[in-house]
């Protein structure tokens, strides 16, 4: 009796040949922008110590309370599989004292991201991100290059459906005037509040802004703007990030309820939304956090960053420009063994000449064989059998016009490089 087979664990998925070459297409896009505005890429681990989470993202949040997949090793660790980018990127800012002989860099990351989600349409609990981050800035045209850069990525991409969400949540002066007056509509508010809200409320009220809850997100709206308690640095910084946006001719919109579900944020935060997929959602954002690094034991140094949800962009991009899968150039169709074996010898030495070849290693005929070459899409087909090897001369077709010629088997691969190259 056969065994069960084993399944994708649930929230997980493959991504398989088809998708991969539209993610490679997104990947090698944002690269390209990255690189041109002076970012460099960072690979950090998949797995941090938890108390770096604990201490960033902030202890009193879903993602550290509900979602993290954390564990204890053999020796006797708490580990955690990363939930988000930003703070392993600080601790090894921080580790490699990457600030000593210069504190201002740039970064990007791309990579798989773990949360204990509900599993819904676009959601994973094993999910991509596409980071940047700016460390070392304190100036607010960080803040507008990182929001600028969103916006050219998703043009490249012809994702053309977006708009900038920005909003300023103030820092360590002003924000404890605003929270006093939020506090008081959300005592208010208790009874329709939601029993995550209703805990909030008291630890981390401006978390309760950032609530998807229909109940509370009509309970906020009469909430006040923390813009109208910005002191008086904070209201001249996010006064610069809309006005230069604005002279950019990004278009965005100030939104009173945009919060970050992170701990760490202070000042500009922002969001991408689209409606390319029907209802306006956001498929990116980020914001500011000036005290990260001082938090988690490094120097006080300012920073930025992002992060794009690849798993919904990649939808995304799918449904308004998908990426064609590159046919092979040429596909030998070889008849017997011998020409089977010669026909292997050329596709390997084409192969590592830079040609995009297919050819099939088994005994098919060649009617077979042809439709092999038409399903791939191959642009043309080499035929050589044994009465070719004979005669001296293999058959080259072209799949387009069906027209064919004989090409002499002495020196086939020079000529065929010459050809395709």
């Known amino acids: 009796m056969s065994q069960p087979s084993i399944q994708l664990i649930r929230g ?30 960072i690979r950090i681990p998949i797995m941090e110590k938890t108390n770096l989470f604990a ?26 599989l990363r939930p988000e980018a930003t703070a392993s990127i600080c601790r090894s800012y921080i580790q490699h004292k990457m600030y000593a002989q210069d504190p201002v860099r740039k970064f990007y990351t791309i990579g798989p991201m773990f949360r204990r989600e509900r599993p819904q349409k676009g959601r994973y609990r094993q999910f991509y991100q ?3 981050e700016i460390f070392g800035v304190a100036a607010p045209f960080a803040d507008v290059e990182l929001i600028l850069l969103l916006r050219t990525l998703f043009e490249r991409l012809e994702v053309t459906d977006t708009t900038a969400h920005v909003n300023s949540l103030g820092c360590p002066v002003c ?20 029993s995550d809200c209703l805990r909030r409320k008291d630890r981390n009220p401006m978390r309760v802004l950032d609530c998807k809850v229909p109940g509370c997100r009509e309970a906020m709206q009469g909430a006040p703007s923390i813009i109208d308690y910005l002191c008086d640095d904070c209201r001249a910084h996010f006064a610069t990030v809309t006005d230069t946006l604005a002279q950019l001719g990004v278009p965005f919109e100030v939104d009173k309820q945009l919060v970050r579900g992170l701990d760490y944020y202070t000042r500009t935060a922002f969001e991408i939304q689209t409606g390319a997929l029907g209802a306006q959602s956001a498929v990116a954002g980020g914001g500011r956090y000036d005290g990260l690094v001082g938090s988690l034991g490094g120097p006080e140094i300012p920073a930025i960053g992002f992060a794009i949800g690849f798993d ?3 939808e995304i991009v ?20 011998t020409a ?36 791939q899409g191959a642009g043309q087909v080499l035929i050589v059998g044994e009465s070719e090897l004979q005669a001296g001369n293999a058959v080259l077709r ?3 016009d069906k027209t064919q010629v004989e090409i002499p088997i002495e020196g086939i691969v020079e000529k065929l490089i010459q050809t395709f190259a």
């Open 12 to 41: 997980f998925k493959d991504i398989l040949p088809g998708e991969t070459e539209l993610w490679q297409h997104i990947e090698r896009t944002a690269i390209d922008l990255f690189e041109d505005f002076g970012y460099r890429e």
């Open 55 to 80: 201490r960033s993202i902030g202890e009193d949040t879903d993602i550290v309370e509900k979602e993290m997949y954390t564990f204890t090793d053999r020796g006797k660790d708490l580990l955690t």
């Open 130 to 132: 596409i980071d940047a």
């Open 175 to 194: 924000r404890p005037r605003f929270k006093e007056a939020l506090t008081g509509l959300l005592d208010a508010a208790a009874p329709v509040l939601c």
């Open 312 to 314: 919904r962009l990649a």
């Open 318 to 337: 799918a449904a308004t420009s998908p990426v064609a899968v590159r046919p092979p150039q040429l596909f030998i169709a070889a008849l017997g063994e």
């Open 340 to 375: 089977r074996a010669k026909a292997f010898q050329w596709a390997t030495t084409l192969g590592t000449a830079g040609i995009g070849i297919a050819m099939e290693y088994g005994e098919k005929s060649l009617k077979a064989q042809m439709k092999q070459a038409n399903r």
């Open 398 to 400: 072209n799949m387009a």
